[in-house]
């Protein structure tokens, strides 16, 4: 049963995310709900091997199906691997989100660098942050959080939704 987005059999908060991250980084998304198994129940909306779609109408693929899953989500976690500034995919799930006013949160996963951020998400996130719970739990939150791979403080990006 849930009541006011709480999970009451576990008395969680539901956190809708949509994960968008490069194929290769796909196992990081269980241990990045593992993360935060304690605080919240994530409700996952992101595109993995055991949900994948075959079509290869790349409109298709933008417009009727990756579009209403972000839709469906209050923030859009991206994965920061070292491929993942190469993924055109992850570029337009970030451009979609934004355009969607969704909240954006960038999260490097272990052995990440700051050269792997993806341009879209140093123009639109909200938070970039560590594989650190304290810091992706006060992300979440809507704290505005930005650090460099080594979990040292960086400059804050400029992004057009007023964060500086």
């Not at 956190?15 to 796909?26: A, L, M, R, T, W």
């Amino acid at each position: 049963m849930y009541i006011n987005n709480i999970n009451m059999a576990e008395n969680k908060e539901i956190k809708n995310v949509f994960v968008s991250h490069y194929h290769e980084d796909e196992d990081n998304i269980k241990i990045f709900k593992g993360l935060l198994n304690d605080s919240y129940c994530i409700k996952n909306y992101s595109v993995t091997s055991d949900k994948f779609n075959n079509a290869k109408n790349e409109d298709y693929i933008k417009y009727g199906y990756l579009k209403p899953l972000i839709n469906q989500s209050r923030t859009l976690v991206c994965l920061i691997g070292p491929n993942t500034h190469d993924s055109k995919w992850v570029v337009w799930d970030i451009r979609e989100a934004e355009r969607l006013d969704k909240q954006i949160i960038g999260v490097f996963i272990q052995g990440a660098k700051d050269s792997d951020i993806p341009p879209a998400l140093e123009e639109f996130a909200d938070a970039i942050v560590g594989w650190n719970t304290d810091n992706i739990e006060k992300a979440l939150e809507g704290e505005s959080i930005f650090v460099k791979s080594d979990g040292s403080p960086r400059t804050s990006v400029t992004k057009g939704r007023g964060v500086c």
